[in-house]
């Protein structure tokens, strides 16, 4: 009997701390991973939203997609993006990080906070900046036009290669900032002495970045490659609210066409969006693996 | 290994967590979504205000989802959208009707545009409860056939109420009427105008009558010397929701569709030859196809671009939005590709439905009918409704009232809301199609291609097949 007592106490304590947890536990099911398998339900019916049912073949929403040419220039829309954009960006905001985490810089609260100002915006209201700024009468083409480097305006928007072109540029000018605060954050870690011995060493200025900055931030870097892949993979606000996914369907990336496919056009075949958005959380999961594969070192 | 494993599954559910992230991101972005589709009424606003109308509504929502409900015997609530447009429209009809039932309340509960009305339908019915709905609601006509379609239970027919339907252009009625059962009540008329300004055409030596009842071809040559002595274009269109196709089809009294679900685009010689006009508009400058529904509206329209305007009647008031010009516009109809008629058409237009939600369907039926329905408080609604929002009726009656006959200054004294009420009368029923948006893209995409230098019949049969991969996607 003795010996029982102090395992109650215990077991009391468990199944408080159980309870504790329940709440939580419950409410993440409910809230996140039930509407995950219900999606992925979904993801195997056809039909409008009030009668689905499942589809024949059961893989039919899935087999579809790669035959289905707008999703795969959505497909390739959005590599495109991750191709070009996301080195770009983490290039520029590791460079910007190290600069302004030089100690002999004056007014580097300045310099950081105006480059992280661009986070602050959301994404619709920067977007919808870039559209006008970008727009056939709008303030590029006129500064372009007094400075006489143009002769006509240019329609930014509706040219493939310029509308791609501008939604990169809205992109790093959006997100360089983001990246550039979590390397200011890892450099926080890296001792300065390092850097002091180096110079000893003789080492200038970029030897110092590539040998000692670049391999001590190496888990960083792979966090924001992860993030950027996974948010370019999700791009949807550019692409909707700066060029509308036109011309012709050219800058328009997977998720904005799932949107449409969910509630854009009055088709509402969300059986077929849920398997679309199944395969671009399939794409995130494949890169973000590929990522720590490659990336870590350890063990 | 472990904290490898355990490390990947983090970073994986870091893309599940934004992976659902990624409606709410959707969410933020319909707001503006009115001001980008063409055949909204709520864009026929400057786009001043329909950004003013945006930027109301994230309030506005939050409280209407709260409130659908209509506790009294003698209150309806219904969805709406566009304080300056269809929502005066409601009130007047909800002061006529007070003649008639002096405990009357309309709950008008405003949303920031079309879609959002459409998107509450379609939320509603795929979770199973039509409580989120009000006793009535307002969507653009379009959507109604699809609707119906997939959601029987979330509508209430309006057989049984006393509405004259003779009274109503065949054309418009043609889209809320489903298995011979009528489900809207009309409200606003979409018959498309084509206005030109008088005194350019002037300087090029053309009257009004020189662009009235021509062939498409005598239009793209006055245009291209409208184009060189004035270096003003003879056209503009949304292009990112371009709805030249479509009328001009109607115009020819041709459809797109042969049947709601078969698409007609290849050897449909009637359509290639509308797409070529639009390319070689296009090429030659003198149809300027827009980015978006805001350079449409704001640069092309009202930045003075262009000396002739041609869509749904809604887009009169962008038009006035230009008080320099007033007195210099006139209207007219659609030139054809043959010239021998003058060419009528329809874009836009919304009707208003019973939901299923509606537990007093005979008070909703007494209201459209004594008011939108053209019964004994039409005339004070409809008249209203053109005072304050600039709604004119389809009901043709009503439009012969003497508001509606006076003459316009802005067009120079031509009473244009009678003649758009007589215009509405001639408009060919034309096939339509569920799938009328899907078909919208694909068609801009294939006018994009072909300006952009493709061959044209190739863009229409790339056209043709994907449009029936979507209908075979969507009907498995």
Redesign the interface.
Known sequence: MKEKKPSTVRHKQEVAGWLFLLLGTVLIIIF?FW??ISAFLTSFK??????MKF??PIV??YS?MM????FVTSLKNTFLYLIVQVPIMLLVALLLAHLLNNKDLKFRGVFRTCVFLPCSI???SYS?IF?SLF???GLINSILMKLHLISDNI?W??TTSTARMVIIIALIWRWTGYNMVFYLAGMQNIEYSLYEAARIDGADGWKTFWHITVPLLKPVIIMTV??SI??TL?L??ES??L??G????TTQTM?HYI?NNA????????G?ASAM?FV??IM??IL??IN?KVG?T?? | ?KR?ML??IL??S???????G?GS??D???T?APA?DAGDDAAADAGDDAAADAGDSGEDSGAAVADVSSEGEHELSVYAWDANFNIPALKAAEKAFQAKDPDFKLNIVEQSGSQDV??AV?LA??S?DYGALPDIVLFQD??IQ?FV???P??WQDLEGADINWDDFGEEKLSYSTIGGKHYGAPVDNGTAIFAYRTDILEQCGYTIDDVTGITWDRWLEIAREVKDKTGMALLSMD??GDDLPYMLMQAEGQSQWKDNTTPDLVGNETFKKVLEVIVQGAKDGTII????WS?YTD?TIM?DQVAGVMNGNWIIPTIEQVSDNSGKWALTTIPTLDGSNQGYASNGGSSLYITGNCDKPDLAKDFLAYTFGGGEGSKDTYDAALKDGGVITCCLSAGTSDVYKEGVDFFDGQAIYSDIVEMGGSVPVVQQS?????LR?LV???I??TVNGANLDDEIK?AQE?IE??IA????
């Open positions: 996140q509407p995950m056809t039909g409008s939203a009030a009668n589809a024949d039919f929403n579809r035959k289905d040419k707008l959301s994404l619709v919808l559209k727009a056939t009468q329609n928007l509706g992860i993030l996974n948010g999700q949807f606000d909707v609210n060029t509308g036109g011309p012709a369907g998720s949107y509630f854009g056009t009055g088709v509402a075949n969300f077929y958005s671009v959380f995130v999961a973000a693996v720590l870590d350890r063990d | 290994m490898k490390s990947m970073a994986v870091v893309g599940a967590m934004a992976l659902c990624c991101g959707g933020a972005a319909k503006d980008e459409e998107q379609t019915a795929s199973g379009h959507y699809k379609a997939d959601y239970d979330a292009h990112s196809l827009a980015n978006s350079e640069q930045g569920d799938f009328h948006y899907n893209t801009g995409n294939a994009t291609n790339a994907q991969f979507e996607g969507s009907q498995n």
